[in-house]
C-alpha cells in the first residue's frame, strides 16, 4: 500500500515537511490547530503564519480535524512541540491505525519524565520500538521550504520501516539517509538547541567565531558524553543528526535558539525574549533542564548545558556564562 501521510502541526517545520512528502509524490493531509490556518492552506496554497510566500502543492491537503486528518492515513508525522507531545497524541491516539508508522519531527526530552520523543510516543499509543522513527538532520524549514538543498537522518530500529519513509520523502532537494541507532539521533536534536542558545547568546554578548567554535565543538563533546551513557552509537554525532544539525542550528540566524539565545546575550529577560519569538518555540528553553537532570541521572558532566539552564531558569546573567565556562578546571580534550 503506498504511504498516506498525515502530518500534525502546521507550524514551519510540520508545513515544510509536508511540502517535501507531497513533492515527492505522496498524498499529504497537514493538520492545523487553527482553522484559520488550514484554510488558508487550502484556499490560497500559503501556510501565511509561518511560510509566508511558499507555494505548496496542490496534493496537500489541508484541515483542522483531527479525524478527517488521519483517515486512511498508514503513516502519521507528529510535529508539535516535545513539550506538548503527550497532551496531544493523547487526544489523537484512538484515531491511529494500530499498525501505522509513527514519525517524530519533535527535537526535546520531556520535562519531568525525561524521556526522549520516541519514547513518549511509544508510551502514550502502545506502539512497538520498530514503529516509531525519527527524523533528524540540518533541517531549518525555510531553507526547505525554498528548496535549497539539504539532507537529513531518518532513523528506525526497523530498517526497512526507514527506507519506506526514505523513498517516500526523497525529492531534487532533500536527501534522506537512514540509520538504526534511534537514541543517538534524537540526543542529537534536542542538545543542539541547547548548545545553539549558547551560540546565540555569545553572538549576542559581541563574541568572534574563536567563541563560537569552541562552543560547537565542545557542546559536541558532552552531547556526546551523554550519548554513550544512553547507548548511542558515537558515530552518530559526527553525522548529520549530530555535527551537521549542530553546525547548521548554532550558526544559522533563522534557528529559533540560537535568535532566543542571542536576545538573552544582549541584555533581554528570558520573558522578553520569548515574546520577541511570535509564537516560534525555541525547545531549548525547557529541554535544556530535561536534557541538565538527564545527565546528572547519569553521571555525565554537561558544563554549556548546566549554564544554558542557569541562565534560562535560574537568573544567571549571561555576561558570566564565558567566565564561568573558561574558569573550569584544567584536563586533556579527550
Keep these: 500500500m503506498p504511504p498516506r501521510f498525515a502530518v500534525f502541526g ?13 513533492d515527492a509524490g505522496s498524498e499529504v493531509t497537514l493538520w492545523a490547530r487553527r ?5 488558508a492552506i487550502g484556499e490560497r496554497r500559503e501556510n501565511p503564519d509561518y511560510l509566508p510566500g511558499v507555494r505548496l502543492p496542490e496534493r496537500l491537503v489541508s484541515t483542522s480535524d483531527p479525524r478527517r486528518a488521519l483517515d486512511g492515513a498508514n503513516a502519521v508525522v507528529l510535529a508539535v512541540p516535545s513539550q506538548s507531545l503527550r497532551h496531544n497524541l493523547t487526544a489523537w491516539r484512538s484515531l491511529i491505525k494500530p499498525e501505522a508508522t509513527l514519525i517524530s519531527l519533535a527535537k526535546g526530552v520531556e520535562l519531568g519524565t525525561l524521556k ?16 516509531v522513527v525519527a527524523v533528524s538532520g540540518p533541517n531549518l524549514a525555510q531553507e526547505i521550504a525554498h528548496e535549497q538543498p539539504t539532507a537529513t537522518v531518518i532513523a528506525c530500529t526497523d530498517h526497512d520501516r526507514a527506507v519506506a519513509l526514505q523513498r517516500a520523502c526523497t525529492t531534487g532537494y532533500f536527501r534522506p539517509y537512514t540509520i538504526t541507532d534511534v537514541v543517538g539521533c534524537e540526543l542529537g536534536g534536542a542538545c543542539k538547541n541547547v548548545i545553539a542558545l549558547s551560540c546565540g547568546m555569545a553572538t549576542g554578548l559581541g563574541f568572534g567565531s574563536n567563541t563560537l567554535g569552541t562552543l560547537i565543538t565542545r557542546g559536541l563533546a558532552e552531547t556526546a558524553r551523554l550519548g554513550a551513557a544512553l547507548g548511542a552509537d558515537p558515530l552518530t554525532f559526527a553525522g548529520l543528526a549530530g ?6 542550528t548554532c550558526l544559522s540566524p ?15 529577560t528570558p520573558a522578553q525574549a520569548q515574546a520577541a519569538q511570535h509564537g516560534q518555540v525555541a525547545e ?25 539552564h542557569r541562565v534560562c531558569h535560574d537568573g544567571f546573567d549571561p555576561r558570566e556564562m564565558a567566565a564561568d565556562l573558561i574558569g573550569r578546571k584544567t584536563k586533556p580534550e579527550r
Design 10 to 22: 502546521s507550524g514551519s517545520w510540520g508545513t515544510a515537511f509536508a511540502k517535501v512528502l507531497a
Design 116 to 131: 526522549r520523543m520516541s519514547q513518549v510516543i511509544m508510551e502514550v499509543t502502545g506502539a512497538a520500538e520498530d514503529q
Design 254 to 268: 533563522l534557528s529559533r535558539n540560537r535568535a532566543f539565545g542571542e536576545r538573552l546575550g544582549r541584555g533581554q
Design 35 to 39: 482553522s484559520e490556518v488550514a484554510d
Design 284 to 308: 531549548g528553553v525547557k529541554s535544556c533542564s530535561a536534557i541538565r537532570e538527564l545527565a546528572l541521572r547519569h553521571g555525565v558532566e554537561m558544563p554549556i548545558t548546566e549554564v544554558v
Design 243 to 248: 555535527l551537521g544539525d549542530l553546525v547548521a
